[in-house]
């Protein structure tokens, strides 16, 4: 489930989710556990019909028509932060919280998309689409995160136990070496 950084931190807190993840850089307080899970990396997403360098600058990606997350959503804050920085206004055709929607755009050619790379390592594979590295690299710290208190639910312990086992920085930059 897609929701912004408030309503995932508001569920927690109500204890309607029992995890969540975020950006590192969302979380202040002590109210909750937060263990963190990769550095997460952007790409531009595009048609594999289309021929673009395999490395483009930001200032690049903004002469493309953009299809973005919604502007309520915590990434799409960070990359209206990076547009700035290089000085820069992304042409956005579209907008919508909807992952899988910007993925039917991107396949289509109409348009292209910067995305989290975590989100495309099971999209991007055979399902004709192509990834662009976007230069300087940006990255930002993703975390899994729970309300803070003594007896966790079994469900979540369980997960939480998992997740910090699994090197998903390791299975992210073998996909960012051998782009799609």
């Known amino acids: ?23 590192d850089r969302s979380l202040a307080g002590d109210d909750y556990d937060v263990m963190p899970l990769f550095s997460e990396r952007y790409v531009l997403v595009a048609s594999e019909q289309t021929s673009l360098p395999h490395e483009l ?12 997350l919604s502007r309520d959503m915590q990434n799409r804050q960070m990359l209206e ?41 099971t999209h991007a594979e055979g399902g004709g689409l192509r990834i662009h590295h976007i230069t300087p690299g940006h990255t930002e710290d993703v975390c899994l995160v729970r309300l803070r208190r003594e007896n966790q639910p079994v469900l979540s312990q369980a997960a939480w136990r998992i997740a910090s086992n699994l090197d998903l920085e390791a299975m992210l930059n073998g996909a960012l070496a051998d782009p799609a």
């Open 1 to 23: 489930m897609s929701l912004s950084t408030p309503e995932i931190l508001q569920r927690l807190k109500s204890q309607d989710l029992h995890l969540g993840m975020l950006y």
């Open 57 to 68: 600058s930001w200032a690049d990606v903004t002469d493309l028509p953009l299809c973005l």
């Open 81 to 121: 932060e990076i547009f700035k920085d290089v000085g820069a206004m992304p042409k956005v055709v579209l907008e919508t919280n909807a992952i899988r929607a910007l993925l039917v755009e991107c396949r289509s050619g109409r348009a292209f998309s910067v995305m989290p790379l975590s989100v495309l390592s």
